[in-house]
């Protein structure tokens, strides 16, 4: 017997159908790249977003085109995010922190049809766009005021032209809710980014489970900031559950310092943010050195990096602010666990309860976890037994875009992580299988990083490690075993790099060894330099120039 209800497919253009129906007043505010504040309403947004639907349709986008982005939080990216995906088109959020190479890479892969950016990376689109093999039309972020008067990218379009070439009669399609929406690519693994193509149902899914009052606890009352970017995994959902609960929307922009951070959430009211902890250093030591205070800020979303204990008792003792860790991934489209209390445990003493927000929290409802040993097997829930962590539910990814074999384990995701889950179903990550470093919420590739070591002629062996930084979580540290007889500096290993990478992938020193640890068969044994030289920058000062601040 079929049940006899309403079957309405789970489309993105509904999250932006009922801001703007229910709370279509609501203010949506942007610092722009231009250095001002910008107003709209969820009502003005949602016409703005039916005219670019038709703009972009008219550029030749259709049901699956690739409609890539490279855009700091801001209301011309949301727009972007409701016209393309609500259209039946695929968003594509490129990161403008990666190499000019790998950018170019990412965009063939995707096939993107349609790149639009920021004045800010306008330089950035200039060096790659004869490159890019398919994308037929660049369009900057911008009114006609701003476009350049000379630009090295032929036929560029301005975003408010287009907009307003076309009127908002439009109405969003329907279509199976199965359907690809967007596409966000993630470096946190070995070999090329993979690109992972989240769909509509997997999206509003992910919307309604991320609102929940035991996940980022969101609703009509708030005034919500990410400081996560748009590109880094959908700003882990904000854009699409601010609208589902009809809060009010701050978008930063470029402007992720604290100074500039503390001035939004004053002016604007915030009442919950989000981001990785390199942000809420840079906030909190702006906040600290001033002797200010939070007026309206209830509660800040922490993620990406591992939240540390000192942060978490100064935002929640000085200033109080609750913090909410949160692990997930791209490949959860990301949000996994979240670490709220459980009932009985609000009666635990003050230290207990903290080592448990610490931990990276228990799975909300529609994502299920194990851990498991080298063999497979599952490890008991008991808060001491590390395993593989492992995840499925309505929003893990089932393959990579492109992919000819499927990540899955007997239909389970391997996350990379190694991790404990306790009896109250709280886990705790303790180590990293995938040989990778974050830095300030950014990967670096480690295996590109010793290839290139590896082709200096005075190299014989080297490894890529994550050592921990005070700052930014992680940098890379280089370990090099010379070869025989050959001299070469640090300095002179650190200069190679030029060019080569983005200059903040460029590891922060050079450790010289010996000899390398090899496995019997040969292999590097990474695991034993990380546990030899995991400190090694702890001693260092505290710089790595030009190392963003992300998710
Ligand atoms: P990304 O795909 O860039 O979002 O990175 C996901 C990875 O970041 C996870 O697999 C973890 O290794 C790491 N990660 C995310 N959140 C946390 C957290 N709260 N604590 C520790 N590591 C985290």
Same mark, same amino acid.
């Given at each position: ?42 009502? &003005? ?21 690739? /409609? ?19 259209? !039946? ?35 950035? /689109? ?12 660049? %369009? ?19 975003? &408010? ?20 929406? +967007? ?19 997997? $999206? ?23 400081? /996560? ?24 922009? @470029? ?60 935002? &929640?003792?000085?200033? !109080? ?11 959860? +489209? ?37 851990? /498991? ?6 490890? @008991?829930?008991? !808060? ?28 389970? =995701?391997? $996350? ?57 979580? &992680? ?23 030029? !060019? ?9 020193? %050079?450790? =010289? ?7 019997? $068969? ?22 790595? @120039? ?6």
């Amino acid at each position: 017997m079929q049940g006899q209800m309403q079957a309405q497919p789970l489309l993105i253009s509904t999250l932006l159908t009922h801001a703007e129906r229910h709370h279509g007043s609501q203010e949506v505010v942007s610092r722009r790249v231009e250095g001002d504040i910008h107003r709209t309403t969820y009502a &003005e947004l949602a016409s703005r977003s039916r005219q670019l639907a038709k703009a972009l349709a008219a550029l030749g986008v259709q049901t699956g085109t690739r /409609v890539g982005t490279i855009a700091w939080n801001g209301y011309r990216h949301l727009e972007l995010y409701y016209a393309v995906s609500g259209s !039946g088109a695929v968003l594509h959020t490129l990161n403008p922190r990666l190499h000019a190479d790998q950018v170019v890479w990412i965009a063939d892969h995707a096939q993107d049809h349609v790149l639009c950016f920021d004045k800010t990376f306008l330089p950035l /689109v200039e060096a790659v766009a004869s490159r890019l093999a398919t994308v037929k039309h660049f %369009v900057l972020m911008a009114d006609r005021e701003h476009m350049p008067t000379q630009t090295a990218i032929p036929n560029l379009l301005c975003y &408010e032209d287009l907009v307003s070439s076309q009127n908002d009669a439009y109405t969003w399609p329907q279509f199976d809710e199965s359907s690809a929406s +967007s596409l966000c690519y993630t470096s946190g693994t070995t070999g090329h980014p993979k690109g992972v193509l989240y769909s509509h149902r997997s $999206t509003v899914l992910h919307t309604f489970a991320s609102a929940l009052p035991d996940a980022l606890n969101l609703s009509a009352r708030d005034v919500v900031l990410p400081v /996560v970017p748009m590109f880094h995994v959908n700003a882990w959902g904000l854009p699409y559950s601010a609208c589902m609960v009809g809060a009010k929307l701050v978008l930063p922009g @470029p402007g992720l310092d604290g100074a500039s951070l503390y001035e939004l959430f004053e002016a604007e009211g915030v009442t919950v943010s989000a981001g990785v902890p390199t942000v809420w250093q840079g906030l909190l030591g702006h906040v600290q050195s001033k002797g200010l205070r939070f007026s309206t800020m209830t509660r800040t979303i922490i993620g990406g990096s591992a939240c540390p204990p000192a942060m978490l008792d100064t935002f &929640e003792d000085t200033y !109080g602010v609750q913090v909410i860790h949160a692990w997930g991934m791209t490949e959860l +489209s990301p949000i996994g666990t979240v670490g709220i209390l459980k009932g009985h445990q609000q009666a635990l003493p003050k230290a207990d309860q903290r080592a448990i927000q610490s931990k990276q929290g228990r799975g909300v409802y529609g994502i299920d976890m194990k851990i /498991v040993d080298a063999e497979g097997a599952e490890l @008991p829930w008991d !808060g001491k037994v590390s395993g593989e962590l492992m995840v499925r539910g309505h929003w893990v990814v089932n393959q990579y875009l492109k992919g000819d074999t499927s990540p899955l384990v007997d239909g389970w =995701f391997p $996350t990379g992580d190694v991790a404990t889950i306790d009896a109250d179903g709280f886990m705790q990550i303790t180590d990293r299988a995938k040989d990778v470093i974050k830095s300030g919420g950014e990967w670096i590739g480690s295996i590109d990083l010793e290839n290139i070591a590896m082709a200096h002629p005075a190299v014989a062996m080297a490894a890529c490690i994550a050592a921990k930084h005070a700052k930014w979580d &992680e940098r890379p540290l280089l370990v090099v075993m010379k070869k025989p007889g050959a001299e070469v500096s640090k300095e002179e290993l650190l200069a190679f790099y030029d !060019g080569k990478i983005a200059k903040w992938w460029t590891p922060d020193d %050079v450790v =010289f060894v010996d000899s390398m640890p090899l496995g019997a $068969t040969g292999k590097m044994l990474k695991h034993r330099l990380r546990d030899l030289y995991q400190d090694h920058l702890q001693a260092q000062p505290a710089c790595a @120039p030009g190392t963003p601040v992300s998710a």
